[in-house]
């Protein structure tokens, strides 16, 4: 039971940003590799708020998202947009080369050393009798479901009742139409990245504490997230954050019972028995593309 509240709440933080990566694809259909590293600098971001400047932790939520929201606005205006007339793999290939130049911008500012965020949550922990066991969760734990169940119910009232989470819906449904109503494209699909790169810089302001901080360190959480994304259904918000407690727990349980050298090997092993046994995710649908 220990391991699964501990799984739970380290995959809340996988879901969070296997949320930008269903944003972006219910918009975009397509993926976007570098949401890994928009993590990573928004975790930089509030090392430097935090750590550097020792201000408030709203100092460094605001820094963190505004500041790598910042970068995903140039990256997509000058990097993405000029590839959306042209062939899906061009724009696709971008992502990947932006990871690279998103580890060099980090690399230049904060250096190559291991960067550790100064805590800013309670290292203490709550128990609870439940069925004759003392359960004991850490009170850093109940504020990551708890943030991220939070943000997860303010995405989906604003893909509900706002004007824009209106259009990013329908543009995810016929690009064409939805032009054709009047929804400029450009001005939604800015927003998506956006969005997706805010949900990271969260994800990263909350791991930092708990992890080192380096410029390398996007890759292997962008994987999780990704595998996160997979496994609940690609395009699916529920099923993103479905797929990550359950990647969670998973990996937890794993490295508990296991080894924790094993980690990556459980992210890898449950992305290849999805894409075998429903390579539409949990929650994702089947479709049928006619040619």
Not at 115 to 135: D, H
Not at 178 to 183: C, E, K, N, S, W
Not at 197 to 224: C, K, N, Q
Request: include cysteine.
């Amino acid at each position: 039971m220990q391991c699964v509240v501990s799984g739970v709440a380290q995959g809340a933080i996988y879901g969070l940003i296997a949320l930008g990566y269903s944003v972006i694809f219910s918009t975009m259909r397509m993926g976007h590799f570098a949401q890994g590293d928009f993590y990573m600098f928004g975790a930089y971001l509030a090392f430097q708020a935090l750590s550097r400047w020792n201000s408030s932790v709203w100092i460094g939520v605001a820094l963190a998202v505004v500041g790598t929201s910042l970068l995903m606005l140039v990256t997509e205006r000058l990097v993405y947009r000029p590839m959306y007339t042209g062939a899906g793999t061009g724009l696709l290939i971008a992502t990947m080369g932006m990871q690279f130049i998103i580890q060099e911008i980090a690399r230049v500012i904060w250096g190559t050393e291991v960067r550790k965020i100064m805590p800013f949550i309670s290292t203490g922990s709550v128990t609870y009798n439940l069925f004759g066991m003392n359960l004991v969760i850490a009170i850093e734990n109940l504020v990551f479901i708890l943030v991220c169940s939070i943000l997860m119910i303010i995405l989906a009232l604003f893909m509900k009742f706002t004007k824009m989470g209106l259009s990013m819906s329908a543009t995810s449904m016929n690009r064409d139409a939805a032009q054709l109503m009047g929804v400029k494209l450009t001005t939604v699909i800015a927003t998506t990245y956006i969005m997706a790169a805010s949900l990271a810089a969260i994800s990263g302001l909350l791991m930092g504490p708990r992890f080192s901080v380096t410029y390398s360190m996007g890759a292997a959480t962008g994987s999780r997230a990704m595998t996160a994304a997979v496994l609940g259904g690609f395009g699916s918000m529920p099923g993103a954050m479905l797929g990550g407690i359950l990647l969670g727990i998973i990996e937890i349980t794993g490295a508990y019972y296991i080894s924790s050298a094993y980690r990556e090997v459980f992210t890898f092993a449950v992305l290849i028995i999805v894409l075998f046994w429903r390579p539409q995710g949990i929650l994702g649908r089947r479709s049928i593309t006619k040619v």
